[in-house]
């Protein structure tokens, strides 16, 4: 049974910091893809970034610069940090996993090409 529990959200002031995580349980796969998502009321569900079990990222245009997404050694833990967030990063983000999949290039895995979702935690950034 796979189990991903993100945690990290919170409110923060423009220009400021947050480091969100996932925590992962169950997975078992050796090819993957672990994404990052956010989404607004209204709104599709966003891809904003992606690592592979050998590392390759990849992010939106969006966030490349300001976030940065990484995973610990063990591979249990999926990160992502967040700077210079600005109010338009306000939203529900939201941690995937995918199997089988890697990263390519600039590409980024749609919502449905994901397996595993975690519950969502609510960043909020005021100006």
């Known amino acids: 049974h796979v189990e991903l529990v993100e945690s990290g959200g919170g409110s923060v002031r423009a220009g400021g910091s947050l480091r969100l995580s996932c925590e992962t349980s169950g997975w078992h796969y050796s090819m993957y893809c672990m994404g990052w998502f956010r989404q607004v009321p209204g709104k599709e569900r966003e891809a904003i970034a992606a690592i592979d079990e050998d590392g390759r990222t990849v992010y939106a245009p969006s966030v490349k610069g300001r976030f940065t997404i990484s995973q610990d050694n063990n591979k249990n833990t999926l990160y992502l940090q967040m700077n210079s967030l600005k109010p338009e990063d306000t939203a529900i983000y939201y941690c995937?996993?995918?199997?089988?999949?890697?990263?390519?290039?600039?590409?980024?895995?749609?919502?449905?090409?994901?397996?595993?979702w975690g519950q969502g935690t609510q960043v909020t950034v005021s100006s």
């Open positions: 995937a996993a995918a199997y089988g999949l890697h990263v390519y290039g600039d590409w980024l895995y749609d919502r449905k090409e994901y397996n595993y």
